[in-house]
C-alpha cells in the first residue's frame, strides 16, 4: 500500500496545509479518503489519475472533510466519466452533495452511488477479491468513522507436481490460483487446497 496525504491539520484551508484529504493505493484500488477544500488541485499537484478513483470514504460530516467534493464530482463530470463512484460516509451525505449539484444543474452523466454509514460498531463496507474496507468508530463530536483497509494475499500458488499429478488441463490454472476446485482428467473433482498453497 501507498500512502498519499494531500492535506491534514487545518481546518481552515491554509497555503501550506490544506485541509484533510489522502490518496491510498492498495493494489489495483486508489481511493480518496476524506475530501476538504482544494483537493482536487492537490490530486493535480501530486500527479493522480482522477479517472483511477472509485471509492472516496468520508470520515464524517465537518466541513474541513468535506466540502471539496461537490466540487470535485462536478470536475469529474467536465472530463466525461463514466465509470461508477461511489461514496461511502456518514448518513445525510447524499443529501447534502446531491442539492448542491441539482441546485447547480451539476447532475452527474456517470452513476453515482452512495453508502450511507450509522452503525456504532466495526462492519464490514467494501470487500472484493484483493481488497477489504471496514468502519472504526470514532469518538468525536459528530458521527465519525476511520476506516481499516487490508489487502488480501492475492492469489494462490500452484503446487506444480500436484497438478501434474492429477492431469489437470493448463485451462483451469487461472480458476486454481483463484481458489476454486476442478476436475482432473477423470472427471473427479479435485480440491483446490490440493492442488495450490495459500496466497503468500
Not at 20 to 35: M, R, T
Request: aromatic share 10%; proline share 6%.
Amino acid at each position: 500500500m501507498r500512502l498519499q496525504i494531500l492535506g491534514c491539520y487545518a481546518a481552515t484551508p491554509r497555503f501550506l496545509s490544506p485541509p484533510s484529504g489522502q490518496v491510498l493505493e492498495a493494489g489495483k484500488h486508489l481511493v480518496l479518503i476524506d475530501c476538504g477544500e482544494g483537493t482536487q488541485m492537490q490530486l493535480r499537484r501530486f500527479k493522480v489519475r482522477f479517472s483511477r478513483i472509485q471509492h472516496i470514504f468520508i470520515s464524517h460530516l465537518h466541513g474541513d472533510h468535506f466540502f471539496g467534493l461537490p466540487g470535485l464530482i462536478a470536475t469529474f463530470r467536465l472530463l466525461g466519466r463514466e465509470k461508477p463512484l461511489h461514496i461511502y460516509g456518514p448518513s445525510g451525505i447524499k443529501e447534502a452533495i446531491t442539492l448542491l449539484l441539482k441546485i447547480g444543474d451539476s447532475w452527474t452523466d456517470f452513476p453515482l452511488h452512495f453508502h450511507e454509514l450509522s452503525s456504532s460498531e466495526s462492519e464490514l463496507i467494501l470487500e472484493d477479491t484483493t481488497f477489504s474496507v471496514r468502519t472504526l468508530p470514532l469518538d468525536h463530536r459528530i458521527y465519525t468513522n476511520g476506516f481499516l483497509f487490508t489487502l488480501s494475499g492475492g492469489e494462490r500458488r500452484l503446487i506444480p507436481e500436484a497438478v501434474e499429478k492429477y492431469g489437470i488441463d493448463k485451462a483451469y490454472y487461472r480458476r486454481i490460483k483463484q481458489g476454486e476446485d476442478v476436475y482432473d482428467s477423470n472427471g473427479a473433482l479435485i480440491s483446490n487446497a490440493l492442488l495450490a498453497d495459500p496466497p503468500r
